[in-house]
């Protein structure tokens, strides 16, 4: 990589770890736009109780990743009360249940509140969770989407914890069940519902009312369980990036719903990893058991078309969405090897394998990677161009979701805790 080429990418980071410091949220899957880039300098690079700043047993299990908005946490949570979950291959009736979206305090993990939504249970794969949606919040509300009795819905619940809005949008069917997490940009509520169905649908709903702004119907496949990318182009206007299966990679005006552009793919698995941007191209992968895809999308630019530009041929990931730090793309498969490529293009820096699997996806504060299994290891690596580990941790259970930066701190949920690392105890 040229040092101008270098230069210029070390800009556009710094701009978007600004963005994110004068942003002091937590707002949706990863962050700001997606990225997961935070600005935490008290957070260090070994996590262990000490740094603990305090850790609160939750309501209920579940693998929803927290997301924050000023001094309140928001995360879902299975029950209350235990969930008898249908058998995948045998006569199982589907039953009503509990779900909850729980309000904690940021500053000593006080539960402030939880709101509680019947479920009825479907079948699922058994690695998933009835809580596995992350949520999305502005300063008024929290967005929850989510599958019940076979059918698809996003609510909004305030930030007291009463109820805003409710809409069914269509019908929902996978066998591995639901996760794909919401976004919300500028009063607008962004939606997937790419499933096996009959009713495949992107919708753009009023953040204050959840009526319907937009709606894209889309062709049904195998279900996509991302979380749409935010892409801002310089000196253009916001755009939404989803990723399916049967529809491969499409750019949405999240104000309007018109379709930017979009490129198919030809895949022939489901998509969990969120896209990412980097080097001017989109990464994207499918996957399921131990098959991969991939797609990279050279952005439109200089009067030309959005276009497939090449394909990763080793080490794509299923679950993990990659991370662009420290001038390079990090790539995390679900075996935890750790590649460093060089952003835009699809050389290989460097590759280096840790034990376990890995469904969190990669986050980072400063010059520091966050690769955590989902035993618990933490292994944290230098976004650089040469490998270089700085720390491994533990944490004391299990866990399948991704941390949140905010505040000054690192937000870690596992199965049945909330950990919050960085600040002083008091």
């Keep these: 990589m040229s040092n101008l080429k270098r230069t210029f990418i070390g800009l556009v980071l710094t701009a978007g770890l600004c963005a994110s410091a004068d942003a002091q949220e937590w707002a949706r899957f990863r962050g700001a736009d997606g990225k997961g880039i935070g600005q935490a300098d008290s957070v260090p690079a070994k996590i262990d109780e000490s740094s603990y700043a305090w850790k609160v047993k939750l309501p209920g299990p579940g693998h929803s990743s927290p997301v924050l908005w000023g001094k309140k946490v928001f995360l879902i949570c299975e029950g209350p009360g235990k969930i008898a979950r249908p058998r995948r291959g045998r006569s199982s009736a589907p039953v009503q249940a509990n779900r909850q979206l729980v309000c904690l305090s940021a500053d000593g993990g006080k539960v402030l509140w939880t709101w509680v939504d019947k479920l009825t249970t479907y079948r699922q794969n058994g690695l998933n969770s009835f809580a596995a949606c992350t949520p999305a919040t502005d300063a008024e509300r929290v967005y929850v989407t989510w599958a019940s009795g076979g059918k698809y819905f996003a609510v909004a619940i305030d930030h007291s914890g009463k109820e805003a809005w409710r809409r069914e949008l269509g019908d929902f ?68 990036i989803f990723a399916s299966c049967a529809e491969g990679v499409t750019s949405v005006d999240p104000a309007s719903g018109k379709i930017n552009w979009s490129v198919q793919c030809n895949f022939t698995l489901k998509v969990v990893a969120s896209p990412v941007v980097a080097g001017g ?29 090449f394909r990763l041929d080793k080490e794509v990931p299923y679950v ?26 699809k050389k290989i820096i460097w590759r280096e394998k840790f034990s ?71």
Aim: with cysteine; aromatic share 6%; charged share 15%.
């Design 356 to 426: 376990g699997v890995h469904y969190p996806s990669l986050v980072s504060i400063g010059d520091r990677i966050y690769v955590i299994s989902n035993k618990g290891d933490i292994s944290t690596v230098q976004a650089g161009g040469k490998y270089k580990l700085l720390a491994t941790s533990k944490l004391p259970e299990a866990t399948q979701a991704t941390p949140a930066i905010a505040n000054g701190c690192m937000y870690i949920r596992t199965v049945n805790h909330l950990i919050c690392v960085g600040a002083k105890k008091k």
């Design 281 to 309: 191209l989109v990464y994207v992968s499918a996957a399921k058991g131990s098959g991969r895809e991939s797609a990279v999308i050279r952005l439109p630019r200089g009067g030309k078309r959005a276009s497939m530009a």
């Design 173 to 240: 069917s996978a066998k591995h069940g639901a996760g794909a997490s919401p976004a919300v940009i500028d009063g607008v509520v962004l939606v997937p519902n790419d499933h096996a169905g009959q009713t495949s649908t992107l919708h753009g709903l009023d953040a204050k009312t959840g009526r319907t702004i937009w709606k894209i119907g889309r062709k049904s496949g195998p279900t996509s369980y991302m979380t749409p990318t935010i892409y801002r182009p310089e000196g253009g206007k916001a755009q939404a």
């Design 320 to 345: 993990p969405t990659p991370i662009l730090a420290g001038g390079y793309l990090f790539v995390l498969n679900d075996n935890g090897t750790l590649t460093c490529i060089e952003p835009g293009t």
